[in-house]
């Protein structure tokens, strides 16, 4: 296992180098990252079914449709975001929940008790979720990735998922819905201190470092980060693919 922690904010750019470690590496892997207000939606998803357009443009909230299934996602700098790619095994399925295990022992060692719900999310007691995830199954890769809900603004996500629009004639993936909280909110009720974002991220970083016996973290390449961004122009950047529903 190598992790990769990324030096970028770029929604199109980290779903980009998603694609590009899953489709061009053959080892495995766990990719971090932290986007700047945005919105993701599922491949299959029709985006003003799930989202609140004007709403998106006024507040500079970019919108990317990713390469794998499942709901619409809101992203920001409070929300710490983990991509796990791996070669699929013979005998095992690739649509289990055990990538999370790594996750939630991190949030355990930092007093923050989870469990594992139906859908492969993470809930927190009295049934609020600070973690969605969804996956991506290849010949011989598979991908699962997921938003960990640290110190989002709320208000943010709840107004930019909200679309004012349903049109049944497009046949798509419907997000399902579920009452959220942060676990820096969650913490500060049960009177624990707490970090900043980037603090615990860090630090969630380096447990992860520690679960899987890392000295140091992985970095990309030149010719990686070259051919990452060629993708994120031609594919992710374009209006052709986001809006393809």
């Given at each position: ?8 904010n770029?929604?199109t750019?980290n779903l980009a180098?998603?694609e ?9 892997l766990l990719?971090?990252?932290?986007n ?6 599922g491949c299959?998803?029709a ?7 004007d709403?998106?443009l ?17 992203h920001?700098f ?8 791996s070669n ?9 929940n ?11 060692e930092q007093?923050?008790p989870?469990t594992?719900g139906k ?12 973690t969605g ?5 290849g010949k ?10 640290y ?5 943010m996500?709840e ?25 820096r909110?969650?913490?500060t009720?049960?009177?624990q ?6 603090d615990?991220?860090?630090l969630?970083i ?8 890392l000295?140091?973290?992985?970095d990309l ?13 031609v ?9 393809k529903?």
């Amino acid at each position: 296992m190598q992790i990769l922690f990324s030096q970028s904010n770029s929604p199109t750019l980290n779903l980009a180098s998603e694609e590009y470690l899953f489709s061009e590496r053959t080892d495995d892997l766990l990719f971090l990252y932290v986007n700047e207000p945005s919105v993701i939606i599922g491949c299959n998803q029709a985006i003003r079914n799930e989202v609140d357009l004007d709403f998106c443009l006024k507040n500079d909230i970019q919108i990317v449709r990713r390469m794998s299934g499942g709901g619409a996602v809101f992203h920001d700098f409070g929300n710490l975001n983990f991509c796990f790619i791996s070669n699929k095994i013979n005998g095992e399925s690739s649509l289990n929940n055990d990538f999370l295990q790594p996750i939630v022992a991190v949030l355990n060692e930092q007093r923050v008790p989870v469990t594992i719900g139906k859908r492969k999310d993470l809930w927190l007691e009295n049934n609020y979720k600070i973690t969605g995830t969804a996956s991506h199954v290849g010949k011989s890769r598979e991908l699962h990735h997921g938003t960990l809900l640290y110190n989002t603004n709320i208000d943010m996500l709840e107004q930019s998922l909200s679309s004012k629009e349903c049109d049944t004639s497009i046949k798509a993936i419907v997000s399902v819905r579920s009452t959220v909280k942060n676990v820096r909110e969650w913490l500060t009720e049960q009177g624990q201190s707490t970090l900043d974002a980037i603090d615990f991220f860090k630090l969630s970083i380096l447990k992860l470092q520690q679960y899987y016996r890392l000295e140091k973290l992985s970095d990309l390449n030149e010719r990686e980060i070259t051919q990452i961004e060629i993708l994120s122009k031609v594919k992710y950047c374009s209006t052709e693919w986001t809006c393809k529903k």
